[in-house]
């Protein structure tokens, strides 16, 4: 396992084996949700995401064409019944094997003749044009059943991005939402990054009474849960006037990401260099300058560390959103509360549920790969020093 | 208005208001209030240089205070009151406490949390010491952390979603879309389950989501403290011929147990804040009812402020030795 111990190859397969095991058992939960978002709602509920990556064996059942209206008369009293078992489906590939009875699903192979007594016969090509061959009372009535041993190749279709993004009449879109959720985000990660900067650098580099206390203070409020902070503040809110809505929602989302961002910041802001900042002050460089010309740009690992976090916790959020934007207009709602929305009233839909999910989850997705190096910075300077 | 412009408006509005108020209470204090210039410039400089702390704090003691100090002690005030008609807020004492106390919902999202406390926190540590130790020396270790980590970028009700597709149960005839119930049925379950719909179990199901969830987070500290560890205690190990078990647990675990409790208190935080996938999936329904989902449903649906503070409370009070250790900590360090 360790370098030294020597690397036994039993040892390193094993190992090999149960990270990917790891990996995969981590990796199937989304990839379900991505694979489904690329099907048909039929799909879907046809069979598993799983096995929609390989050709589909599937048993189908399908009538011939209704004997009253289509038969034709051979004469001696014979009719026949002549077509294409898939008219009017959409049908895309091959037939592997047919029957006329369900007890034994795979009797004749493609191009065979099924004899159905008493002079009664149905022949199947691989194409599906069928005859149907009896006498005047065999064909008649309901027409003959047929089951049939299909493969279909995988299929996969953007209509359901289509339908959830970009389609108008679609009043459960994700369009909307997707806006509304870009406008919470982005003042929300801005504005605690300008003011917690500022603070942080003041609690890092500047003197005065009652420091110390102060990020003690900020250390405490970091565990505290937002839950207490819901009823006082929409109160609050109400009460000076800006109710439920936007600016609500970022100064709630500021107020919450604050103490995470000064103690981020603070702690990167300590460790920069002492020199630079006296040499800074002797030239005669006022703290504001040196804060803007020299901390901010020094600190910008740690700023982007936070900016990813507040980033990925204001864009998955729903309590705050509940609680501080959302009324029952409607307008504003955000991508997770339409989610839960969906969940709620198309429970079964899973083409439309995965694809908003997926359009929601997506984004926060690609900051993620994108950015990974300053996250993990950013988890490493919050929790281990 | 299209709302992609109306959203560009107020962010240029909200962003520029606060890039103002930084700029321009510098240069009031600077160029107007106390000039660096003429008689007394030294002592202006002083006094500019004694108000600024406070110019950069400002916004920011404000929006704690205001967002999270306030808060507390309005909840906690709340929790003593019954709202009565008109908005007339009556003090009852700990009436609402002991009448959330005999309610059955109440001792059941208790009990839920307690279980959620013990399992979710030693799970998330357990899979994540385990993904740091064995993608520790692979050649292809990153791309593993990689996608062990990424669920942390995923919303908890993406995950929600993610998990009930996973739980998807369908009727016995018809071919199963949810992996679990089709596992269930190739190795031998007789008929598919309702996974979220059987008690006590299903509680483990939704926690199933956070482990998921929480694991990369857990991985990617206890990585960085395996890799701290000096090299010469596991060489030393080796050579005294430890196995590879025991200089896992007795040589590697101790030294980085302070980062240990420092994730598993982290998650702890996180667990006993659990809304979204609870509320997602199941609403509380079939006794999976947690803390934080029952204070929504008091807060917001039954719309009684006074149960919903004292519950909020609750989850306060649970926090609170932790906050008390992160305080002492953290002044014991800056000494």
């Given amino acids: ?83 294409n078992i898939f008219d009017g489906q959409e049908f ?17 192979q493609p191009g065979e003749t099924a004899d159905l007594g008493d002079g009664e016969t149905f022949t199947l090509q691989a194409d599906g044009a069928y005859v149907w061959e009896g006498n005047d009372d065999q064909i008649s009535g309901r027409a003959q059943r047929v089951f049939m041993d299909v493969v279909t190749p995988p299929d996969f279709t953007l209509q359901n991005y289509n339908f959830v993004l970009f389609d108008e009449d679609n009043s459960e879109g994700m369009a909307k939402a997707f806006f ?131 980033f990925l916790w204001t864009w998955n959020d729903l309590l705050v959103a509940l609680v501080f934007l959302i009324d029952a207009s409607g307008q504003t709602t955000v991508m997770t509360k339409q989610i839960v929305e969906l969940l709620g009233t198309r429970g079964g839909d899973w083409e439309i549920l995965a694809t908003s999910a997926f359009v929601s989850i997506a984004v926060p997705l690609a900051v993620f790969f994108a950015m990974q190096k300053y996250l993990v910075r950013g988890l490493l300077a919050g929790s281990v020093k | ?115 959620w406390l013990i399992t979710v926190p030693a799970a998330a540590t357990g899979f994540g010491l385990l993904a740091a130790q064995l993608t520790d020396r692979l050649s292809w270790g990153n791309i593993a952390k990689s996608i062990v980590f990424m669920p942390m970028a995923i919303s908890f009700v993406g995950a929600a979603v993610i998990f009930k597709l996973i739980y998807e149960a369908r009727p016995e005839d018809v071919a199963q879309i949810g992996i679990l119930n089709h596992l269930y049925l190739t190795f031998g379950g007789t008929e598919p389950q309702q996974w979220l719909q059987i008690p006590f179990w299903n509680n483990f199901f939704l926690m199933a989501v956070l482990i998921w969830i929480q694991t990369g987070f857990a991985m990617v500290i206890l990585s960085a403290a395996l890799r701290g560890i000096p090299e010469e205690t596991v060489e030393a190990a080796i050579i005294d011929g430890a196995n590879p078990f025991q200089i896992f647990f007795k040589i590697k675990v101790p030294q980085i147990m302070s980062t240990i409790v420092v994730v598993w208190t982290t998650i702890t935080i996180a667990t006993l804040k659990v809304f979204d996938i609870v509320f997602a999936m199941t609403n509380g329904q079939w006794e999976t009812q947690v803390l934080a989902n029952y204070m929504y449903d008091k807060l917001f649906r039954a719309n009684d402020w006074g149960m919903g503070s004292a519950s909020a409370m609750i989850i306060m009070l649970m926090v609170t030795p932790i906050l008390v250790w992160n305080v002492y900590n953290a002044r014991k360090e800056m000494r």
């Fill in chain 1, 1 to 83: 396992m360790d370098g030294i111990s020597g690397q036994k190859p039993a040892v390193v397969w094993a190992l090999n084996i149960s990270v990917v095991l790891l990996v995969l058992l981590w990796l199937f939960p989304t990839l379900g949700l991505f694979v489904s978002s690329f099907r048909t709602g039929d799909q879907i509920t046809a069979s598993g995401w799983w096995s929609s990556m390989f050709p589909a064996e599937q048993t189908i059942q399908i009538r011939a064409a209704d004997p009253d209206d289509s038969r034709v008369d051979l004469g001696n009293g014979r009719f026949m019944v002549e077509g």
């Fill in chain 1, 92 to 108: 895309e590939g091959t037939l592997e094997a047919w029957a006329t009875s369900s007890r034994d699903l795979s009797a004749f």
């Fill in chain 1, 180 to 310: 509304n959720t870009l406008t919470v985000v982005i003042p929300a990660t801005i504005i605690p990054i300008l003011i917690a900067a500022f603070a942080a650098y003041a609690l890092a580099w500047m003197d005065f009474p009652g420091r110390a206390l102060l990020i003690a203070a900020v250390v405490g409020l970091l565990v505290v849960p937002l839950q207490l902070a819901l009823i006082p503040l929409l109160s609050l809110h109400n009460a000076v006037g800006i109710g439920k809505g936007y600016l609500g929602v970022w100064l709630a989302h500021t107020g919450f990401g604050l103490p995470l961002a000064i103690y981020l910041l603070r702690n990167y802001m300590v460790g920069l260099p002492r020199d630079i900042i006296e040499n800074a002050k002797v030239d005669g460089a006022s703290d504001f300058q040196i804060f803007t010309k020299i901390i901010l740009p020094l600190s910008f690992p740690a700023l982007a560390s936070f900016a990813i976090f507040q």
């Fill in chain 2, 1 to 115: 208005m299209h709302p992609a412009i109306l959203g560009l408006f107020t962010i240029i509005i909200g962003v520029g208001g606060c890039l103002a108020y930084f700029y321009g209470s510098n240069l009031l204090l600077d160029k107007v209030l106390f000039k660096p210039t003429g008689p007394n410039a030294g002592r202006n400089i002083n006094r500019a240089n004694m108000i600024r702390p406070w110019l950069f704090l400002l916004p920011a003691i404000l929006a704690l205070g205001l967002y999270l100090a306030y808060p507390v002690f309005a909840t906690l005030h709340l929790s003593f009151m019954e709202r009565g008609p008109g908005g007339r807020l009556d003090f009852v004492g700990l009436e609402n406490y002991t009448q959330m106390f005999a309610e059955p919902k109440f001792r059941e999202a208790m009990w839920n949390n307690v279980l």
